[in-house]
């Protein structure tokens, strides 16, 4: 079983509209979450950091962990296209490595 | 712009051949982590140096051996270059390496093994 486990999509939806992305996670013992935006032909770039269980939000953009079922999501309200990337969750297994999963392509229509 | 620079940007190769991968982290970053980055495996870890030394390992392969230097420049070597080497390469750097979670990661080198 993979470490994290992320839905490749693709995902495409129209501007405006809210989007959810999510992972799942194997290890209980995980506190640490992040969500990564990797843009076409550029690195990845940290969108959002959350500790262990609750929410988070900035601005458009709300981060979600729930740790009982090892959930961790990623919801954009208002959806414009320039959001058009690839979504990655990440963790940090605490062993001085950061695991990210597979990524979301996410397309926003005009 | 991360302030993360990787040369080069684009590498065509064969099989069999060696390359060098060169990261120079934003300034003040002491850690230095490698990545790969495939379509069919994601994000990779390689490998972390922290200050000149290695800190932690991940799926590297033998072939494959990376160091940090004195100056905090670091570079990735993959030797006996197979098909499957094609990837997207990417260092990252960070201030420390207490992995709060936010790594600066540069544009990448696209590696072509033909």
């Known amino acids: 079983q993979k470490e994290v486990e992320q839905d490749p999509g693709p995902l495409s939806v129209p501007e405006g509209a809210i989007v959810s992305l999510n992972c799942t996670y194997s290890n209980s013992a995980f506190q640490y979450f992040m969500w990564y935006r990797q843009y076409s032909r550029k690195g990845p770039e940290l969108l959002m950091y959350t500790y262990s269980s609750g929410n988070k939000e900035d601005g458009r953009f709300t981060a979600q962990v729930d740790k009982s079922s090892k959930y961790i999501s990623l919801f954009i309200r208002d959806s414009q296209p320039s959001d058009s990337a690839t979504y990655l969750c990440a963790i940090d297994s605490s062993a001085s490595k950061i695991i990210f999963g597979s990524g979301t392509r996410l397309s926003i229509r005009p | 712009d991360s302030g993360v620079t990787q040369t080069p940007k684009h590498l065509i190769t064969a099989t069999g051949q060696r390359v060098t991968l060169r990261c120079s982290p934003r300034?003040?970053?002491?850690?230095v982590y490698w990545y790969q980055q495939s379509l069919d495996q994601g994000l990779q870890f390689l490998i972390q140096y922290y200050n000149g030394e290695e800190r932690a390992k991940g799926n590297i392969l033998e072939r494959f051996s990376a160091q940090q230097f004195p100056d905090l420049h670091s570079e990735l070597n993959l030797s006996s270059l197979e098909l499957g080497d094609s990837a997207l390469y990417f260092c990252a750097s960070s201030v420390d390496a207490a992995d709060t979670g936010e790594l600066f990661f540069g544009e990448g080198s696209r590696l072509t093994v033909l």
């Open positions: 300034s003040g970053d002491l850690s």
